[in-house]
């Protein structure tokens, strides 16, 4: 995730249960309105925001 970070390649995302770094680092790193440390089981809540910014990207380029 730190690499995505230091060439602005992705979003860092997170399930509540991963480690303490791991929730800092996503935590930190949200620049978006969008809280990205999901709950349990819950990984498709980042897939369907994935999704529609990478639709506003493609509608912005």
């Known amino acids: ?7 602005d ?3 860092a995302a997170a399930p509540t249960h991963a480690s303490e770094q791991v929730l800092e680092h996503v935590q930190s790193t949200d620049d ?25 990207a493609e509608l912005e380029g």
């Open 1 to 7: 995730m730190e690499l995505l970070v230091k060439t």
């Open 9 to 11: 390649g992705g979003l």
């Open 32 to 56: 978006l309105v969008f809280d990205l440390v999901f709950d349990q089981g819950d990984a498709a809540q980042m897939l369907r925001i994935a999704f529609a910014l990478n639709s506003i």
